[in-house]
């Protein structure tokens, strides 16, 4: 073959500056990054470095003539660009050096080139004649396998549930009429009572299964038909029933849980007040017991002391009401009482007011109401009594002597509902991705001119970095949600401390999550995904209340960082001397790992894609933010400060250590669970998609680690140009991975995600 007229040096860089002039906007970072590659490339000569230099001149750009002879050049060489490659571009050129000349090694100042100006196969393989690894929607994986994986050992339980949803009482309505629309979801929470899925989390003897996991699955694939009604069936069978299961005994399980179960016992849970919300220790209402009429008189002191966005409200004919139980003159703290509100005729009782809270941003079909009571009596025997009692004397007793205790371990106990909005969240997110994604698959926008057909959107590397990495996250938090669940129901962890810590912080990082998903989705799909008949708009709404109840998400995670706090404190004082010295040795490794400047500066691909550098990246984190808050507290207190009024200012570090601790929790977890994978095609692919969510997370928090020094600029940069690459690389499986979600062909019902 005729070799060209350019030198066996200077003919590598040819591609180079094709992608560099394509949009003939070089830049002056651009045109820097290149001179320096040139200036410190050894196989250069003085007059191959002139004709590349001459070649940046942006007041003498190269002629139209000589742009079009490197096409020709490149074109005719018949070499294939092979997207999968670690350096495409530099090995695409290197390929091409050789068909004209022999040993034409590969270039590292071209790899310098490569990764600083973050070039991208999909920003430029229309340039050239590439050959992709896999097609762009690939069949190398089956999404029934995938959907089998995340069900787990609830397959069954999710398979029977999914073929329910078909039924045509789930069909959607677009109704916006609250009234019709808390009727048709009422409907549909009583049809699943009665199918016996209410009952699912109960004890065997009273028509459940004792399958709190599988309760959580299906919580999730509720979402995938209505907000409202996975709400509302939370409220009456979890909320309620839950209360009744977890915080009494015998008596009331006996009495409530079999009709509660089946819907024919409505009930909600009454603990937020209007002036109290998320501080249940501090809650007005009162539940004062009467020793000489044997009874418990429930009632609101204040204006704002009533119940207030309580779910099922006017529907109930019984609340389970949190309120402080007063015995004897003395507050023994807040506890459980079943309180009627209705008679048999859904008549209001004697003392009870119920108001509307009226329509609401979403959840319309839930009916939340404020609940006052004035002076009601109930018998005695409606406290649940499984941490507290009073005895045949009137007198109160308890187990648990510490008052502190036996709050958090009351509280605790309804922990599930928490991993509960959370799964409910992430169903929410999946439904839209899926909507979303299916969308970009078929919908086409712009081209080059040169092709007839425009490109999908789902092929622009814009879109594949907003969603894919959302994809990821969704896989990510689903099995933390499903092992959270298998510790809280792990009977012989009696102390659920930690699992309250875990919970709480997931349960915040994972709301936010589905929230944000859901509006990227939404942007995604342009003016479409804001009709309401595309369904995106609607669980927008339904999942933006997710981030505060349950629970406010800025005050669980509060509660998550001080759980980290205590467990700091028990491994610095457990041991004495000898804990101290492990510690500040750890701290102290940390530090000089960070400021190493290999380490720092470690931009390979096998590093970065190193689960053992995942884990140390997010570990450091929240040990450095757990060991940085500690020592300001400590000085504070030290001041002479009060602890409280110390929390208080470092509230935003706590803030900062508790997402640090769940996004790290969530991360380890998937590792694990990936790891036992047995089918390694399979277990490369989940690999990859951990991956993408451990780098994109370093990534979003990657000021944090440049001020640690922990990660050097060059480093940043790789991340970055990592993130965008493992998109590129999903892309092909990205319909698998969606369909894999399990979301059920007629719950897709958003027009925009059907096959045109």
């Excluded at 069949?139 to 397959?155: F, N, P, V």
């Excluded at 999550?513 to 859901?518: D, E, G, K, L, R």
């Excluded at 981030?547 to 998400?553: L, P, Q, S």
Aim: glycine share 6%; net charge positive.
């Amino acid at each position: 073959m005729e070799k060209p007229k350019y030198s066996k040096a200077t003919l590598q860089y040819l591609p180079f500056f094709y992608v560099i002039w394509s949009d003939d906007l070089l830049s002056a970072s651009e045109t820097n990054v290149v001179k320096t590659a040139i200036l410190k490339d050894k196989s250069l000569s003085q007059k191959d470095i002139k004709i590349l230099n001459s070649w940046l001149n942006k007041e003498q750009p190269p002629k139209n003539e000589e742009f079009k002879s490197w096409k020709t050049l490149i074109d005719s060489s018949k070499i294939q660009l092979i997207e999968n490659d670690s350096f495409p571009l530099t090995l695409f050129s290197q390929k091409i050096g050789n068909l004209y000349y022999d040993n034409c090694p590969v270039n590292e100042s071209l790899k310098h080139i490569e990764t600083n100006l973050g070039l991208q196969p999909n920003h430029y393989n229309h340039l050239f004649s590439t050959l992709r690894d896999k097609p762009f929607n690939s069949k190398e994986y089956d999404s029934k396998i995938i959907d089998s994986l995340l069900k787990g050992k609830q397959t069954k339980a999710v398979n029977n549930f999914r073929e329910e949803l078909s039924f045509p009482i789930f069909k959607r309505s677009l109704s916006r009429d609250k009234s019709i629309h808390r009727k048709k979801v009422l409907e549909q929470v009583s049809f699943l009572g009665e199918r016996g899925y209410g009952a699912m989390a109960y004890p065997k003897e009273y028509g459940g299964k004792n399958d709190m996991e599988g309760y959580a699955a299906i919580f999730e694939n509720m979402m995938y038909v209505d907000g409202s009604m996975a709400i509302k069936f939370g409220v009456q069978f979890g909320l309620f029933g839950g209360s009744i299961q977890k915080l009494g005994t015998e008596i009331h399980h006996k009495k409530y849980l079999e009709k509660t179960g089946k819907a024919e016992l409505l009930g909600c849970f009454a603990m937020t007040e209007t002036g109290h919300g998320s501080n249940v220790r501090g809650i007005k209402t009162t539940a004062t017991y009467d020793k000489v009429l044997d009874q418990i008189i429930i009632h609101t002191p204040g204006d704002l002391d009533n119940k207030e966005y309580i779910g099922n409200a006017l529907d109930s004919k019984m609340a389970s009401v949190f309120a402080q139980l007063i015995v004897n003159g003395k507050n023994e703290g807040v506890h459980a009482i079943l309180v009627p509100l209705r008679d048999e005729n859904h008549k209001l009782l004697s003392g009870i007011k119920i108001e509307d809270n009226g329509y609401k941003l979403g959840l319309n079909g839930v009916d939340n109401g404020k609940i006052w009571f004035n002076q009601v009596a109930v018998p005695k025997e409606n406290l649940l009594n499984k941490y507290g009692s009073i005895d045949s004397k009137g007198n109160y007793f308890s187990n648990i002597k510490n008052p502190n205790k036996r709050f958090f371990t009351m509280l605790g106990t309804l922990v599930g509902g928490r991993i509960c909005v959370a799964r409910a969240g992430l169903g929410g997110a999946k439904k839209a991705l899926t909507i979303a994604i299916k969308h970009a698959l078929q919908r086409r926008q712009f081209n080059d001119n040169k092709k007839a057909q425009e490109d999908l959107l789902m092929d622009y590397p814009t879109h594949q970095l907003r969603l894919i990495p959302l994809v990821a996250s969704a896989y990510v938090y689903h099995i933390t949600l499903d092992d959270m669940m298998k510790q809280y129901c792990d009977d012989t962890v009696l102390d659920k401390r930690k699992v309250e810590t875990q919970a709480a912080g997931l349960k915040s990082v994972i709301t936010w999550y589905a929230n944000n998903a859901i509006q990227e989705c939404r942007e995604a799909c342009g003016g479409k995904g804001y009709l309401q008949e595309n369904t995106i708009g609607d669980l927008k709404n339904d999942v933006d209340i997710f981030t505060t109840f349950e629970g406010d998400n800025n005050v669980l995670l509060l509660l998550a960082a001080k759980g980290v706090l205590s467990e700091f404190k028990t491994e610095f004082n457990s041991a004495g001397f000898t804990s101290v010295l492990k510690l500040l040795s750890m701290q102290i490794n940390d530090k000089i790992t960070s400021i190493n400047p290999i380490y720092t500066n470690k931009v390979d691909t096998a590093h970065l894609y190193d689960s053992h550098f995942h884990i140390h990246a997010l570990e450091y984190r929240t040990r450095r933010l757990t060991y940085s808050v500690a020592m300001r507290i400590r000085d504070y207190i030290k001041k002479g400060m009060p602890s409280y009024q110390a929390f208080l200012k470092v509230q935003t570090h706590l803030l900062a250590l508790g997402k640090a601790y769940s996004t790290a929790l969530a991360y380890k977890k998937f590792h694990t669970f990936n790891s036992q994978i047995k089918d390694d095609k399979y277990a490369k692919l989940l690999n990859k998609i951990g991956t993408l969510y451990a780098l994109q997370e370093i990534r979003q928090d990657a000021s944090w680690y440049l001020e640690q020094g922990y990660i050097s600029g060059t480093k940043s940069k790789a991340i970055r140009q990592r993130v965008e690459r493992l998109c590129t690389e999903l892309r092909p499986h990205i319909n698998v991975l969606i369909d894999g979600f399990g979301v059920p062909e007629h719950c897709v019902n958003a027009p925009i995600a059907r096959k045109i």
